[in-house]
């Protein structure tokens, strides 16, 4: 198994209330040279959590730190323009998220919890990661 050091949260970029699958991710990502989905897991608007890359593979979302890093996109984070970033986590996706990292911070000692954003110059995942999930 990959020594995992840090959870990385991204969004999907997509308008919020639209549902996107980790299927059309998958060709998203495949479409841009991936092999497959770049995400470990996605949390859908219902709060149903999806796997995409199995963990045991590095993943393909986080220039630098796929090695080390597990990585969990929710769908959404534009708002209903479809351009000005958002938090659109639904309270479902919320709860998910929650329960999610807690699940991988058991299972991975340690962890730390990160946006996308302390990593690249972007607005991913459209909320304060480091405020919200510190403890």
């Known amino acids: 198994m990959r020594t995992i050091n840090r959870l990385i949260i991204h969004c999907t970029a997509t308008p919020r209330g639209r549902h996107v699958s980790v299927t059309e991710i998958d060709r998203w990502h495949k479409a841009r040279g991936f092999d497959s989905i770049g995400y470990h897991y996605v949390i859908y608007l219902d709060g149903s959590v999806h796997e995409g890359r199995p963990i045991e593979r590095l993943g393909a979302h986080c220039r630098g730190y796929n090695a080390t890093s597990i990585g969990i996109a929710y769908v959404g984070g534009l ?32 962890v730390t919890v990160h946006g996308h954003r302390e990593f690249a110059a972007k607005a991913c995942p459209c909320f304060d990661v480091r405020s919200e999930y510190s403890v």
Do not use: C, M, V
């Open 79 to 110: 708002d209903t323009d479809g351009s000005t970033p958002a938090d659109t986590r639904t309270d479902a996706q919320k709860t998910a998220l929650r329960s999610l990292i807690s699940i991988l911070r058991e299972r991975f000692p340690g």
